[in-house]
């Protein structure tokens, strides 16, 4: 083991050491909140949680990311594998989980089909906005990844809600257009930028997020 490695896992537990950020750690467990969630469920100040967020940043366990819906907001999201496993307890039950964005065109169906590879927990999909169409760039990185979106349609969340769903929203517009969600992952839109290369790291971050969260799904 290099030196560098092992003052990283020092600075990494000299980091949990710690009630509060091993509170925000929990509480980014299963999905991005903004600093304003966070400093609203722990009870403290913006400039002391500015603080704990600084130190995790710096050991390399959180990051955060600028809204692509409203700029002035920030979500900050947990590194599930720069954590120890004794940092990675958490559990949530689910009859069907519902991944939500904007168009229904991209990174929500994609999370659907992803999810339903993976594991027998039903999944659907669905946008606040929906588009006419799947994204021609999600079609072709799924297929690359053995999975057919050809048929997919993209539906209105009222098509499909539940109100046993886990709902996890996958863009950070749909977020914050709804009045409320079980979990957020603040992913980039690929649809932005059109290129086989957005697409594909849209598919990589939505396989990481969803092998991160598995192992904490029970079904109900």
Not at 147 to 175: M, N, Q
Request: glycine share 6%; charged share 25%.
């Amino acid at each position: 083991m290099s030196s560098l490695s092992l003052e990283l896992r020092v600075a990494r537990y000299a980091a949990l050491a710690d009630p509060a950020r091993l509170r925000v750690v929990a509480l980014l467990t299963l999905g991005d909140l903004s600093p304003q969630d966070l400093g609203e469920r722990m009870g403290v100040a913006s400039n002391l949680l500015s603080h704990h967020l600084k130190v995790l940043e710096t050991a390399g366990l959180i990051e955060r990311r600028r809204s692509e819906g409203d700029g002035r907001r920030g979500y900050v999201r947990l590194i599930p594998e720069a954590l120890p496993a004794e940092a990675r307890d958490a559990e949530v039950s689910a009859h069907r989980v519902v991944f939500v964005c904007t168009a229904n065109s991209a990174r929500s169906q994609l999370a659907e089909h992803l999810w339903r590879s993976r594991t027998s927990v039903a999944a659907a999909s669905a946008g606040t906005l929906p588009a006419d169409g799947v994204a021609p760039g999600a079609i072709a990185v799924a297929a690359a990844h053995g999975l057919d979106l050809s048929a997919a349609v993209p539906k209105t969340l009222d098509e499909v809600a539940r109100t046993d769903d886990l709902r996890i929203t996958v863009c950070d517009r749909a977020r914050e257009s709804l009045a409320s969600t079980d979990l957020h992952w603040s992913i980039p839109d690929p649809v932005r930028l059109g290129t086989p290369r957005a697409f594909e790291a849209a598919f990589d971050e939505i396989s990481h997020r969803i092998d991160a969260l598995l192992p904490h799904v029970r079904a109900a």
